[in-house]
């Protein structure tokens, strides 16, 4: 019944041969849905991210050209006025030596979870529960971190029972000290990031294929060779990214040491200082300018890194 | 490529494009919150925007509606407890949507109240009846009210106090520096204690600003002289302070302190002093009832120093209510405003000063009453200008940051020596001004 209708309503169909009619490209419709598919999907997160990433970037990058307070209907285009003050006034930079103690922090963060992850790519007896204890930190939300690790460091708080139990009495003000505060509050992002350099080594260890290990036992390799000469270059791209993200990390620090200590006693670093100046004093301008530079610092950093240890493809086999 | 190059470009428009959307509202301007003539005609729903969440919870801020509807029938009240009140408002002001009351943000300079806020009147009307109109007045009107009134000064323990031999208030900083030493040596109870690490504790030591001088100029002082200057009254409270660190009089560990864990401290008698305001005699009486202590153990002293034999102490406002400038129930609004100032027992409740200039002073002040200590209001009229050069010069005076370095240099965890570091600030201060003089 409904093929007939059909045919009846469109007379002109049968008019195009039978046979080319495949090869011929499909309906107009249909050409444009398929085109359009892989757009529908992508509508959702590209909206996300133009309005949550790039829309508040844009208007970061036109607020660092004004003198706006950021909450006044006024504001003035000034320029670059801003970024003439912040390379103006040298103090700012200054806090970027608080970077360094995160920056030997990280150093040893990556060699511990080197260790621990080749350590635990082997069979080991309780193997996931350490791994459990060593990612189970990165879980935690930052701000509770915060909390828990200034118990920790108060006077008679945990470490200090800690080392009491063991005979270490000691009468320190863990957070008293600019040096002091800087490197506890360091020995706390290693804490916390030590997980997620793990996982992303002993994921590269295990994508490396066992029949090397067993060849190079064969061969009588030590452990040390087999990391010198397996696992060392077949994670090197890991390795890299690690770099990039602990030295980009190290100088945009802002979670724990704002929580912990507000960036008092010498342990202000840059994005504490920039929130500092557009919530406190006001400059939103001003900071917009200091979130600019300091995206330009890290951008600039890590392709000089890349320039110094280009990315190689690894071939082990 | 040259496709990925017109998709970054055209994310870099769109981008763009939204960022141009995000402009600010409150285009309107000077519009006026009358009071209404006959309250029952009043009518409309209002929402009061307020920082305590803590009366918004317990059902306090339902009861107030409740007795506000007896004389206005008409208008519904509604709440919104911010517990980041300044934070929140602060950029829910970008667009017009900020409540039909609220508490002027102390980030809004004071020339941008009458394009945020209707005007409650002149000040030459309001000020003849109400506390602290100059601190919102803006060409001759007023633009907010606050429902309670402050007065700085030291929370004491008195029992520790009398421990230590000390039965007179000090009338000096080197006396009361005196006290404490007889306090460390006297009693088990740290002498001072700075609630160093939540900060906001050791900004209230720029309400010594006045107490000192008992001038009621202090703030146009601050604007127009060296704050920092011999004698000048925050350098006055600035080396107390620096003094008490310096002299071990004050907490082991200030980097670790906590704010709610020193009330009950103070009411056990564990801390012995904490220089806050008269806002917080409540918080430790409560505390001292939980802790199973005597509340009447909490007592209140003015800033150690005398003019002509009397001490003085300032009064302040807390934050000032005001009517949204876009608000389609201003009159509502404004009606919600007088009735809290003048009849809602807020201020008694809070045992604070009433802002009716009238009204008698609360029992906490009672001593204060005795002992013939000299209240004084201060000119606000250049407090637009101590802002502006405070944010300019970066210094901070209502901030925590150079309190903190200061405490830091006192405890020795900080180079250079105080003269060097009160003087720089007094530099900075005057750059900033000559800055925005220009």
Known sequence: MTDTTRKAARPVAPAAPAGPKRAAPAPRRTRLSRRLTPWLFLVAPLALLLTFTYAPIANMLAYSFTDWDGVSPELNWTGTENYTELLTRSELFEVFFVSGYYLVASVVQIVLALYFATVLSFNVRFRNFFKGVLFFPYLINGVAIGFVFLYFFQDGGTLDSVLSLLGVGTDHAWLGTPFSANTSLAGVSVWRYLGLNFVLFLGAIQSIPGELYEAAEIDGASRWHQFRYIIAPGIKPILGLSVILSVSGSLSVFEIPYIMTGGATGTETFVIQTVKLAFQFNKTGLASAAAVVLLLIVLAVTWVQRRIVPDEKVDLV | ?????????????????????????????????????????????????????????????????????????????????????????????????????????????????????????????????????????????????????????????????????????????????????????????????????????????????????????????????????????????????????????????????????????????????????????????????????????????????????????????????????????????????????????????????????????????????????????????????????????????????????????????????????????????AEARNSLGS
Not at chain 2, 91 to 113: F, H, S
Not at chain 2, 145 to 173: E, R
Not at chain 2, 219 to 236: C, I, N, S
Not at chain 2, 395 to 403: N, Q, S, T
């Open chain 2, 1 to 429: 490529m040259n496709r990925r190059k017109v998709l970054a470009g055209s994310i870099a428009t769109l981008a763009l494009l939204a960022s141009a959307c995000t402009g600010t509202g409150g285009s309107s301007r000077g519009a006026d919150a009358e009071a209404p003539d006959d309250p029952s005609e009043v009518k409309g729903s209002i929402t009061v925007l307020t920082h305590r969440t803590d009366l918004v919870q317990d059902g306090t801020m339902k009861k107030y509606a409740a007795e506000f509807n007896k004389t206005y029938p008409g208008v519904k009240v509604e709440f919104d407890g911010l517990t980041d009140y300044e934070g929140e408002v602060k950029i829910r002001m970008n667009t017009e949507n900020y409540g039909d009351v609220l508490m002027i943000p102390a980030v809004i300079q004071k020339k941008d109240y009458p394009k945020f806020f209707a005007s409650l009147g002149t000040k030459a009307e309001r000020g003849a009846k109400y506390r602290f109109t100059d601190y919102s007045t803006v060409d001759g009107k007023v633009y907010g009210q606050s429902p309670v009134g402050v007065v700085p000064g030291f929370i004491y323990n008195k029992k520790v106090w009398s421990q230590a031999g000390v039965t007179d208030w000090p009338t000096t900083p080197a006396e009361f520096l005196d006290d404490l030493k007889a306090i460390k040596s006297k009693t088990d109870a740290v002498p001072y204690y700075t609630n160093f690490k939540d900060m906001w504790p050791l900004t209230q030591w720029t309400n010594v600003n006045g107490s000192v001088s008992c001038d009621t100029g202090a703030t146009t002082e601050l604007a127009e002289g060296d704050p920092w200057a011999e004698g000048a009254d925050l350098r006055v409270g600035d080396t107390l302070l620096h003094d008490i660190v310096s002299g071990g009089l004050a907490e082991k560990d200030p980097t670790t302190t906590n704010w709610e864990g020193s009330k009950p401290k103070l009411a056990k008698g564990e801390i012995a002093t904490m220089w806050l305001g008269s806002w917080a005699v409540v918080q430790m009486q409560d505390a001292a009832e939980q802790a199973g202590t005597d509340p009447a153990d909490i007592g209140f002293m003015p800033f150690p120093a005398q003019r002509e034999g009397a001490f003085c102490a300032v009064t302040s406002p807390d934050y000032q209510q005001a009517v949204n400038v876009n608000s389609d129930h201003k009159e509502a609004a404004r009606a919600w405003i007088d009735w809290f100032t003048d009849k809602s027992g807020y201020a008694a409740a809070n045992l604070a000063l009433s802002p009716l200039k009238d009204a008698p002073l609360p029992d906490i002040l009672q001593p204060y009453e005795e002992k013939g200590v000299k209240l004084i209001d201060l000119d606000d009229s250049k407090g637009a200008e101590v802002k502006a050069i405070d944010n300019q010069s970066e210094v901070g005076i209502y901030k925590p940051d150079y309190r903190q370095e200061l405490v830091d240099l006192a405890r020795g965890a900080r180079g250079g020596g105080l003269d060097d570091y009160l003087g720089d600030l007094g530099k900075r201060w």
